[in-house]
């Protein structure tokens, strides 16, 4: 529990780092360079991402799994590495060959190119070894490193809106450079001259099993920024809609950060038959993902529109908008991340994570095609809602037929957090009118809501909480 709790403060801290970055950057950009050519970068970064997720046949999840269920037989571990790599290496290398065909049809083609070397840089990103091994530490501080120099050169080097090539350059080489500096240390974790035989084949088909939901999610979580530029062809809505996505993203890192800190422990777990202490740990992800839910959905669904206001400044009043429509999904996402990638993928159930993916994403797609025509961003925002209800209620369906939750007693879990949140709520209200109008006192407001909150689930005897107060208060003990 130990390395897990460090792991969990390396991903949190890098986490942390992710909403610091654009906290500082992107008032910055959106003045500097514009929602158009931000639109005009989002749409072209979605493009790269898409066809990584191709070239690479979304062996991340894959690959992780298989060195965390392989980490104490170091022969077996070295030769699944070597294949993996591989496979993703000649699939990247054909997805550039893609993408550079793609580029030469398209305008701003310098644009293009340059962020094309975020395709090459993925030929090198082996951090699923490291994720595998729980060696979290190496991966994330280069990252930050690396995060906080492009944090410095994107204030030294963009000024204008034609300062965008610039600017892809920047993150691009922050990948390269992240991907290459865990080279170094691979040999302490994989035999680099094996004699065996390599078998790519036998990896195919629990790829694909995987490779099949993961490139759905990616088109429904993609398709809203790729059709609003196909069909309302406005650079100005993706970028309203952009910002509004970074915004939710940077909401979801705690999140993220337990899940990437579980998901190689709960492989091990299962693998090795430790069942028990699987539904354990899972049980207890679960409940800390609903803790920080619930008051981040009541928060921006009631700041939103002030955020907007003092973070991205005059011209993006949409976003704000926006950011209230969206926030529900804060809470609708959760089980089926949880369900979905700790539960199904960790356990080999890829034939129900396929159906559930296929038919959101498709679902996603064809109500796309008729709310983004009328609506535009509000469009693509409300497709997201709705296909992310239906995997919801899917995951919900799962984990209630399995035995991994019961919907009575997520019911029950839910309780105190939702009450605590409405009184959050309350008091976010409250202030509104009693602090002068800024960015500072709002961050003040928030911060004490916070407080507010996590008085009240220790005042409802919450366990997690009372857990966290009685470790502080054993450590403060230990100290004296």
């Not at 602090?435 to 220790?458: D, E, H, K």
Request: hydrophobic letters at 50%; glycine letters at 6%.
């Amino acid at each position: 529990m130990k390395k897990i709790s460090l792991n969990f403060i390396y991903n949190l801290s890098y986490k942390i780092l992710l909403i610091i970055a654009p906290l500082i950057t992107t008032p910055y950009l959106a003045r500097k360079l514009g929602a158009g050519p931000i639109g005009q970068y989002s749409y072209v970064s979605t493009l790269v991402s898409t066809l990584l997720l191709l070239g690479g046949l979304g062996t991340g999840l894959y690959a992780q799994r298989g060195i965390a269920q392989r980490r104490d037989n170091l022969r077996e571990k070295s030769i699944f590495f070597k294949e993996v790599f591989l496979i993703r290496f000649i699939g990247v290398a054909l997805c550039l060959v893609l993408f550079i065909i793609i580029s030469f049809f398209c305008e701003a083609q310098i644009l293009y190119l340059i962020c094309g070397i975020e395709i090459i840089a993925y030929i090198f990103d082996i951090s699923w070894l490291y994720q595998g091994e729980e060696d979290f530490g190496k991966v994330l501080l280069r990252n930050i490193i690396l995060k906080l120099a492009t944090i410095v050169f994107i204030y030294i080097l963009i000024k204008t809106p034609y300062d965008l090539n610039k600017y892809g350059f920047l993150k691009a080489t922050s990948v390269m450079l992240s991907n290459l500096s865990i080279w170094p240390f691979i040999n302490r974790h994989v035999l680099v001259k094996t004699t065996n035989t390599i078998n790519l084949k036998k990896h195919i088909t629990p790829i694909v099993r995987l490779f099949i939901p993961q490139i759905l999610t990616q088109i429904y979580s993609n398709s809203d920024k790729l059709m609003l530029k196909w069909i309302k062809n406005d650079n100005f809505e993706n970028g309203y809609y952009d910002q509004t996505y970074k915004i939710i993203e940077a909401c979801l890192v705690f999140r993220q950060a337990l899940s990437a800190t579980l998901l190689p422990r709960l492989s091990y777990l299962y693998a090795n038959g430790k069942k028990e202490e699987y539904k354990d740990l899972l049980f207890k992800a679960i409940r800390i993902v609903l803790m920080s839910s619930f008051p981040m959905f009541v928060g921006l669904l009631l700041i939103a529109e002030e955020f907007t206001a003092y973070f991205f400044g005059t011209g993006y009043e949409k976003v704000g908008l926006l950011l209230k429509i969206y926030s529900p999904y804060l809470m609708i996402s959760i089980f089926s991340g949880l369900i979905c990638q700790q539960y199904l993928v960790v356990t080999g159930k890829e034939k129900i994570y396929m159906q559930m993916t296929t038919f959101a994403a498709i679902f996603n797609v064809v109500i796309n095609l008729f709310l983004i025509r009328s609506f535009a961003s509000m469009g693509a925002v409300i497709a997201t809602l709705l296909s992310e209800s239906i995997l919801f209620v899917m995951a919900l369906v799962v984990a209630e037929k399995d035995g991994i939750l019961r919907i009575h007693e997520t019911v029950y879990l839910s309780g105190n957090y939702a009450i605590a949140s409405i009184f959050m709520g309350a008091f976010l209200i409250f202030t509104e009118h009693i602090f002068c109008q800024s960015f500072i006192s709002l961050i003040f407001r928030v911060i004490a809501a916070a407080i507010v909150y996590f008085i009240l689930l220790i005042v409802f005897k919450e366990p997690i909480t009372n857990s966290i107060l009685h470790k502080v208060k054993g450590v403060n003990r230990s100290v004296r």
